[in-house]
């Protein structure tokens, strides 16, 4: 049977439910990566950091993926958000006509910079753009940014850190999924004073941690699965549990409260190496759970985004709050 279409109300609510949370980790003139459809004129760029939309969730994450770019000079433009959607949301809820038009039309705003490659960041974004839309003909290259990063790896002059053992949740199952986490696991073994450390995954994971996946699997069953790497990790000696995505980082940084392993995005650590840090938000939001210090903390920005006070309430309460 045909699954059914949402209205048009969900998917209003979904991305609002991302530029409240985005908006209330970042004030609009401390963005540099554009959020709007890029007029024709736009500035040509050698490459287009393609954010996505759920990445807009844990804003540290292209703070460092932008300062590392900045750092190797890299002629580029960061989008993301709504206006850049790949389609994928629209595409497994069976409206798939606007799935495939929302992105051609995404497509067709990459071609405004005439870049040579768009470096993704979201899996489901590269899923989407490789399986579903024939993408043949473009004038541009796919790849993954932990794959440009390790193809540029002379440009990174990492410095020394303290010694740490780390070991890293990934996924499987897909020939580019694969190669994305071996690029990031290249990326952490070259940084010194890391020792990066396998403690396997499961490919009932799919392809990145998401709450549909939970759903699918159960939570229990889910949660058992995923406590079970952490807890691998620790006894073979980690102190750091660091995530392939963002949809994983925003899941798993929790566990931080209960185990004795930092959990952080792998990239965090490429910066680090790099002198770029950022704090994760999400993860010291989650971790404290205290939703009327978390709405003091991010007032200034609610109110440069013109969220009122009940919408940042809810947004946090419905994110944050001690569960």
Request: hydrophobic share 35%.
């Amino acid at each position: 049977m045909a699954q059914q279409k949402p209205d048009r109300g969900f998917y209003q609510k979904y991305f609002r439910d991302i530029d409240v949370v985005h908006g209330l980790q970042t004030k609009p003139e401390d963005r540099e990566w554009l959020l709007s459809t890029p007029p024709d004129d736009i500035k040509q760029s050698d490459v287009v950091l393609y954010l996505g939309c759920n990445v807009l969730r844990t804003t540290h994450m292209i703070r460092t993926v932008t300062d590392i770019f900045k750092l190797m000079g890299v002629s580029y433009a960061a989008v993301g958000g709504k206006t850049y959607c790949c389609g994928i949301q629209h595409f497994q809820r069976g409206d798939e006509e606007s799935g495939r038009s929302v992105a051609a039309t995404t497509a067709a705003n990459f071609q405004k910079f005439n870049p040579e490659q768009v470096v993704m960041w979201c899996p489901s974004c590269i899923y989407f753009y490789d399986d579903i839309m024939d993408m043949r003909g473009k004038s541009f290259d796919f790849n993954h940014v932990s794959e440009f990063l390790v193809d540029n790896i002379d440009k990174l002059d990492f410095k020394p850190q303290p010694e740490t053992t780390v070991a890293m949740h990934y996924h499987t199952g897909r020939e580019q999924g694969d190669a994305e986490a071996e690029s990031a696991k290249t990326l952490l073994s070259r940084l010194p004073g890391v020792n990066l450390i396998d403690v396997g995954t499961d490919v009932r994971f799919g392809r990145h941690c998401t709450p549909a996946v939970r759903e699918k699997m159960g939570s229990e069953e889910w949660e058992a699965m995923a406590t079970g790497f952490v807890e691998k990790a620790v006894s073979l000696g980690a102190n750091t549990f660091a995530t392939l995505y963002h949809g994983c980082q925003r899941h798993m940084c929790r566990y931080e409260a209960d185990y004795p392993v930092k959990v952080e995005h792998y990239l965090t650590l490429v910066g680090r190496a790099l002198g770029i840090q950022h704090e994760d938000l999400h993860k010291k939001h989650v971790l404290s759970g205290d939703v009327d210090a978390i709405m003091e903390e991010t007032s200034p920005c609610a109110v440069a985004n013109n969220i009122s006070p009940e919408e940042a309430r809810a947004s946090i309460e419905n994110n944050y709050a001690r569960r």
